[in-house]
Structures are given as structure tokens and as C-alpha cells.
T-cell receptor, first 114, second 109 residues
Framework: DSGVTQTPKHLITATGQRVTLRCSPR?????VYWYQQSLDQGLQFLIQ???????AKGNILERFSAQQFPDLHSELNLSSLELGDSALYFC?????????????FGPGTRLTVT | DQQVKQNSPSLSVQEGRISILNCDYT??????FLWYKKYPAEGPTFLIS?????DKNEDGRFTVFLNKSAKHLSLHIVPSQPGDSAVYFC????????FGTGTRLTVIP
């Protein structure tokens, strides 16, 4: 158990809909990262937050947004969903902003768009 | 454009033998390299890392080798055990981590 929790575990929704994925980092970790893993793909970095502020952006679509709240939990919002958004979404946390290297991953949320 | 590549999607090894997993990268700015292990229905877990100033790091049965001139790193597992069966991702970092597509290791008892 990494100490990172993600809800829900599974999500099935229709095209055009909007969903919110939630992540609680390890106790004391200030950085939260979101990744997408599509079928047979590696983990694609989406976005990083540090202590409530956006720190880095990766391959995140404009239809996707995220935020980190004062209690450090984070939410990833996916809107106008398309079939291709079906994937595993992982959240990870690390203690600080600079050392993003040893990240601790949650179990993931499996999103299926039908 | 995939900056980190794991060209072998799968590898099968007999228990007790050596497992060698390979990873190639293209970005010379990467200064930290990691291996993660992933079991089904779980998130990746950190296994071992190496910084660009070293060429080898060992932790028990796991050793990571870095060849900066070739932009290549490898993970050696000796001896391999059935519990090592998982998907292994290499990750390379500068400010953020870039992951490979993973290699599924199967250790045959």
C-alpha cells in the first residue's frame, strides 16, 4: 500500500459526459501528479501540482483540467469525453517540488467511455 | 514522440536465472533513471534508481546499469523468482518523469 488513494476504482460513462477523478496523496506529500495509461502505452504525464499550484504540464488535453485543494487532495476533471479517453488514470505523490523522481502511485481509476 | 523506449514487450525467464530488462532513451538532459514494477490492478511501485553520475546501482537481487553514451539502461534481476513476475517500467527524468511502455516479465517456476 503506497498510501496514495484514488476514487473511484472504476468508472463507466458515455461519450460527451464529464467525470471527476479524485486522489489523496501520502501524508505529508505536497506534490501530486496525474498520468494516463492507454492500452499498450506507457504512462503519459498529464500535470503536476505542488502545494495547490500548478507546476508542470505534460500531454494534457484542453478538455481535461485538474486542481489541488488546501488539504492537498487533487481532482482531475475530464469533460466532453471521447472513446479514446478510455484509459487507466494514475495519481502519484512525492514529498517536494523538485524531486519528482521517487513518486508513489495510487491504484488507479479505470475509465471506460462507451 | 516516445523519448523512452522498452523494445521488448515481454520476457520469460526460468526461476533462478538472470532477468535482463532493457530501456533506451533519446533525451540527453535526463539525469535520473528509475525502474518501477507493476502488478495487475495496482499502481506502479518504485524499485530502484540511478543518477546520471553513476553507472551502476545495486540493491539486493536488483542492479541497474546506466550507459550514458549509448543512452541505455538495464535492470538485472538475479536470481529471478516467480514473485518477480510483473510489468516493469523504466522512467527517465529531468524535471518530470517519462515512462517507457513496459516489459512484462514472467518467471517460470
Amino acid at each position: 500500500d503506497s498510501g496514495v488513494t484514488q476514487t473511484p476504482k472504476h468508472l463507466i460513462t458515455a461519450t460527451g459526459q464529464r467525470v471527476t477523478l479524485r486522489c489523496s496523496p501520502r501524508s505529508g506529500d505536497l506534490s501530486v501528479y496525474w498520468y494516463q495509461q492507454s492500452l499498450d502505452q506507457g504512462l503519459q504525464f498529464l500535470i503536476q501540482y505542488y502545494n495547490g499550484e500548478e507546476r508542470a504540464k505534460g500531454n494534457i488535453l484542453e478538455r481535461f483540467s485538474a486542481q489541488q485543494f488546501p488539504d492537498l487532495h487533487s481532482e482531475l476533471n475530464l469533460s466532453s469525453l471521447e472513446l479514446g479517453d478510455s484509459a487507466l488514470y494514475f495519481c502519484a505523490s512525492s514529498p517536494n517540488r523538485i524531486s519528482s523522481y521517487e513518486q508513489y502511485f495510487g491504484p488507479g481509476t479505470r475509465l471506460t467511455v462507451t | 514522440d516516445q523519448q523512452v523506449k522498452q523494445n521488448s514487450p515481454s520476457l520469460s525467464v526460468q526461476e533462478g536465472r538472470i532477468s535482463i530488462l532493457n530501456c533506451d532513451y533519446t533525451n540527453s538532459m535526463f539525469d535520473y533513471f528509475l525502474w518501477y514494477k507493476k502488478y495487475p490492478a495496482e499502481g506502479p511501485t518504485f524499485l530502484i534508481s540511478i543518477s546520471s553520475i553513476k553507472d551502476k546501482n545495486e540493491d539486493g537481487r536488483f542492479t541497474v546499469f546506466l550507459n550514458k553514451s549509448a543512452k541505455h539502461l538495464s535492470l538485472h534481476i538475479v536470481p529471478s523468482q516467480p514473485g518477480d513476475s510483473a510489468v516493469y517500467f523504466c522512467a527517465c527524468g529531468a524535471n518530470n518523469l517519462f515512462f517507457g511502455t513496459g516489459t512484462r516479465l514472467t518467471v517460470i517456476p
